[in-house]
């Protein structure tokens, strides 16, 4: 079974910016999407940004134009670059290994991410 660690995440103002890492070991079998997901204190986890094996990705509304997700294969890590961010992208941001983005798989333990002055 893939295990996924993240790493990336801290303070940052607004308008700043972070790179996510999401580096996978062990067996990739199932892993044909790998999704970025975020969770803020008293709300819902949600899809922020996905990508899938043959490269296609897509974007939650709030971060299209400010967030990329990239993957290196041959370092197995999937790259979410967070530009101009926003206070409201504070959050625990979770990577997901999965056949779907929106099925159950495997996650990583989280990084923090706080946009505050």
């Known amino acids: 079974q893939v295990q996924l660690v993240e790493s990336g995440g801290g303070l940052v103002q607004p308008g700043g910016s972070l790179r996510l890492s999401c580096a996978a070991s062990?067996?990739?079998?199932?892993?044909?999407?790998v999704g970025w997901y975020r969770q803020a204190p008293g709300k819902q986890r949600e899809l922020v940004a996905g990508i899938t094996s043959v490269g296609s990705t897509q974007y939650a509304d709030s971060v299209k134009g400010r967030f990329t997700i990239s993957r290196d294969n041959g370092k197995n890590t999937v790259y979410l670059q967070m530009n101009s961010l926003k206070p409201d992208d504070t959050a625990v941001y979770y990577c997901k290994c999965s056949n779907s983005l929106y099925g159950p798989g495997v996650w990583g333990q989280g990084t923090q991410v706080t946009v505050s002055s």
């Open positions: 062990g067996s990739s079998r199932g892993c044909n999407a």
